[in-house]
């Protein structure tokens, strides 16, 4: 788990024929369209922008270091040459696999590559019909597909898998989704995805491999809590182990493609859920929808260069960092690598910090983004005369601050500490 818990910040990319229909990844399931309905947007899918190689540009220098891509979502279309079915990306007008120059980029300009792979496939005519189905209230389609076989489809997937995990080199996340067994109508989960069989080969497969905890079969090598932030240091697995964990979340709420969502985070708020996650052990992987023509929209891009003005300059604060013992000030966090604790000051305070437990132990005090020294106060609280700081906590380590806060969008100080 070195690299993943090293890295810390991760690019996912939610990428499809639906980036056509510019209104979520979930369009067919949502507005629950025929195959006949959706098929215009794979007949008129020519992403004539897509340049992977400033997508790993772009994501480097946000501070990602990991790329997550969807290969084929629940709609059932594959970004690659799959020999098992014509509903991919060389048939559409692009007619070209849109994995492998992915692949290639992004490993070449340093990033760890995972793969997304749905369980799920809509398009597949194997494949039941459950509550997620576009055709789920359609009694005449229900009927006529009532013959169709979870285990034919199994196999279709397998199959798939085995595609993507011997034709594109090394791959160091597998990042399934979704298992949902017991959730109602023709509900699936590991048995008909048969998925001890399919984590077998995949370990068999890419050795070295990770796979995320939506198989069904427990937490996985990680865990991956989706639009939240945990509130504990880690997330506790079924059998009560801990495990490392990546918090997945959206720029705007939405993964895939959505032109009319306005509903976007700042980067500031992006930036301190990635300090978040840190300080309690955890990644985050933050998403990007690219639109039907193969770019990334001026919105996000805007978001993805705040969060890299911040990560140029206090880096060291987030990446190989994870959560410290000491206990943070109200509206901070602590990150800590060795002997550098990092104290991420969210809300600005009036003069001073206190810093409990630190009195003693830190030998000199900086901003991160400048280099410049925080000053201590020395305080007793046992002189006469003393009434302004009483009632602080034996070796207690007090800063001085300047009236306003440094122009970033979060505060990082550097506490270099006493072996």
Known sequence: MSWLTEA?????????????????????????????DYQPYFDHFEPDLYDPVRWADDAWNTGMRYL????????????????????????????????????????????????????????????????????RKDVDFIDRTAGRDVSKYADYLHGQVRELLTGYGQIDVMWFDFSYADRGFNAKGP????????????????PGILVNNRLGLGAGDFTTPEQVQPPGNEVAAGNGTQVPWEACHTLNGSW????????????ALLIRMLVDAVSKGGNMLLNVGPNGRGAWEPRALDVLSGIGDWVRLHERSVRGCGPSSYVPPADCRYTQNGRRLYLHVFAWPMGHLHLPGLGDRVEYAQFLHDASEVKRVDVDPAAPGHTYLTGL???TLTLKLPNRAPEVDSCVIELFLRD
């Open 8 to 36: 810390r910040f991760g690019l996912f990319v939610h990428w499809g024929i639906y980036a056509a229909a510019a209104r979520h990844e979930w369009v067919k399931s949502y507005e629950q369209l025929t195959d006949d």
């Open 191 to 206: 048995d008909e995805w048969r998925s001890a069989e399919l984590l077998a080969m995949v370990r068999e497969l890419q």
């Open 393 to 395: 906590p034996e070796n």
């Open 256 to 267: 895939g493609y959505h032109r009319d969502n306005h509903d976007w985070k700042s980067p």
């Open 68 to 135: 997550v891509i969807t290969t084929k979502h629940h709609d059932g279309f594959c970004l690659w040459d799959s020999k098992l079915t014509d509903y991919s990306a060389p048939n559409t007008p692009w007619g070209k696999d849109l994995l492998a120059p992915m692949v290639d980029a992004f490993r070449a300009r340093g990033f760890k590559i995972g793969l997304y792979h749905s369980l799920l496939d809509w398009h597949h005519p194997e494949f039941p019909v459950d509550l997620y189905h576009p055709q």
